[in-house]
């Protein structure tokens, strides 16, 4: 099966995440996790699972079809908060208390599954049940939207200045004018766009 390649150009996990829909106000939005095997497979490009864990959870998702499928509508429906929490931000809007309580929620399931662990230098935060549960990297994803909408960072999120992409990232241009997701698509789509209107409504000016 060919595997998608997914774009992680929103500089933080859960911006990422909810850059896997394409064009999201368009007729046609595209969506990039159709099956629980996407969710995996973005998982692993995100570096929220290592090769094997992702192996692991094919595996029992095989044997576990409708709870797999349960999860990948429950990652969309998250998804779709930490997009309107996020874009809302970047908007100066405040986003919907729903979305905050959904979000609450499931910081709180996935921090049963918080650990502290000693390491080599000092202790850190780990995840204990990654490559076993099926819903796993949904606590990678809500924890970095958790921790993102409560620092002081938060004023650096935007979103796409396209008409359509509604992608979100992280303004970290120095001079803060970074206005497209990505300039060699959106950019130059938008530059090509605007170039051809501009033409287009010369020459209506000219006849
Ligand atoms: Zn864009």
């Not at 394409?22 to 929220?48: C, I, N």
């Not at 094997?52 to 779709?80: F, G, T």
């Not at 992608?167 to 060699?184: A, Q, V």
Request: net charge negative; with cysteine; glycine share 4%.
């Amino acid at each position: 099966m060919e595997e998608q390649i997914f774009d992680l150009t929103g500089g933080l996990l859960c911006l990422d995440f909810a850059n896997t829909v394409d064009d999201r106000t368009d007729e046609h939005p595209q969506e990039h996790l159709v099956g629980y095997d996407d969710l995996v497979e973005w998982s692993k490009q995100a570096q929220v699972l290592s090769e094997q864990e992702a192996r692991r959870l094919l595996e029992k998702a095989a044997k576990r079809v409708s709870e797999a499928n349960s999860v990948l509508k429950r990652a969309v429906e998250v998804r779709e908060a930490i997009f309107r929490i996020f874009k809302a931000v970047a908007e100066e809007r405040p986003p919907d208390n729903e979305d905050l309580v959904l979000l609450s929620t499931l910081v709180a399931e996935a921090q049963k599954h918080a650990r502290i662990l000693p390491g080599t230098h000092g202790f850190h935060w780990d995840w204990v049940g990654t490559g076993s549960e099926l819903d796993c990297m949904l606590w990678s994803v809500v924890q970095s939207a958790a921790d993102f909408l409560t620092s002081d960072e938060l004023d650096t999120v935007r979103v796409c200045a396209s008409d359509t992409c509604n992608w979100l990232f992280i303004d970290t241009s120095k001079n803060h004018s970074r206005r497209w997701c990505n300039m060699k698509s959106c950019g130059n789509r938008e530059k090509a766009r605007r170039f051809y209107s501009r033409k287009k409504s010369s020459v209506s000016t000219v006849s």
